[in-house]
């Protein structure tokens, strides 16, 4: 498989509570600026933006040119693997708070509060996910990952799909009440 060579721009801080609508503003000012392809393999423009740091050091990117091209994008995660791949897929999330449902349910009940809170744009401080995230230190990935990596699926099926469902999609639908 060849290696491409991908432009990176840190485009954080992206923060809680901006809309819908603005995110997808912020996002697409990017992806305008762009430079264009030139073709297939090693003339494709590629990029990485990095949206989030996480707690461990470990950082969140979104990947352009994703899967169905237009304002598609893949995300990966540098400092931690999902099976073979840095590439998270909706089962590794479901999978993993299916972990922490069972290991503390009082505590995943907090943390659905605030998965709930990222759906809906809305802030909440910091410091809540620290608190959870430490309940959960032992079970499964870090909780701010798992919320961050909940955050930007929702952005991208606000991106893919925003003119139908957006972000009420099955992902967000079957995440393990």
């Given at each position: 498989?060849?290696?491409?060579?991908?432009?990176?721009?840190?485009?954080?801080?992206?923060?809680?509570?901006?809309?819908r609508l603005a995110i997808r503003k912020r996002l697409l000012l990017y992806f305008a600026?762009?430079?264009?392809?030139?073709?297939?393999?090693d003339k494709t423009s590629r990029y990485r933006y990095c949206v989030e740091t996480m707690?461990?050091?470990?950082?969140?990117?979104?990947?352009?040119?994703?899967?169905?091209?237009?304002?598609?994008?893949?995300?990966?995660?540098?400092?931690?693997?999902?099976?073979?791949?840095?590439?998270?897929?909706?089962?590794?999330?479901?999978?993993?708070?299916?972990?922490?449902?069972?290991?503390?349910?009082?505590?995943?009940?907090?943390?659905?509060?605030?998965?709930?809170?990222?759906?809906?744009?809305?802030?909440?401080?910091?410091?809540?996910?620290?608190?959870?995230?430490?309940?959960?230190?032992?079970?499964?990935?870090?909780?701010?990952?798992?919320?961050?990596?909940?955050?930007?699926?929702?952005?991208?099926?606000?991106?893919?799909?925003?003119?139908?469902?957006?972000?009420?999609?099955?992902?967000?639908?079957?995440?393990?009440?």
């Amino acid at each position: 498989m060849a290696e491409y060579v991908y432009r990176e721009i840190d485009i954080q801080p992206f923060r809680s509570g901006l809309s819908r609508l603005a995110i997808r503003k912020r996002l697409l000012l990017y992806f305008a600026n762009e430079e264009p392809g030139e073709g297939k393999q090693d003339k494709t423009s590629r990029y990485r933006y990095c949206v989030e740091t996480m707690a461990d050091g470990s950082t969140l990117w979104i990947v352009r040119p994703g899967r169905r091209n237009g304002n598609d994008f893949r995300i990966e995660v540098d400092g931690h693997r999902f099976g073979r791949s840095k590439t998270p897929k909706y089962e590794h999330i479901y999978d993993d708070l299916r972990l922490k449902r069972d290991a503390n349910p009082k505590q995943y009940a907090k943390l659905m509060t605030l998965i709930d809170a990222v759906y809906a744009c809305t802030e909440f401080k910091p410091q809540q996910l620290v608190s959870i995230g430490k309940k959960f230190a032992d079970v499964g990935y870090p909780c701010d990952l798992v919320v961050g990596l909940i955050k930007w699926f929702l952005i991208e099926h606000d991106m893919n799909d925003w003119n139908t469902f957006g972000r009420d999609c099955a992902f967000y639908r079957n995440i393990p009440r």
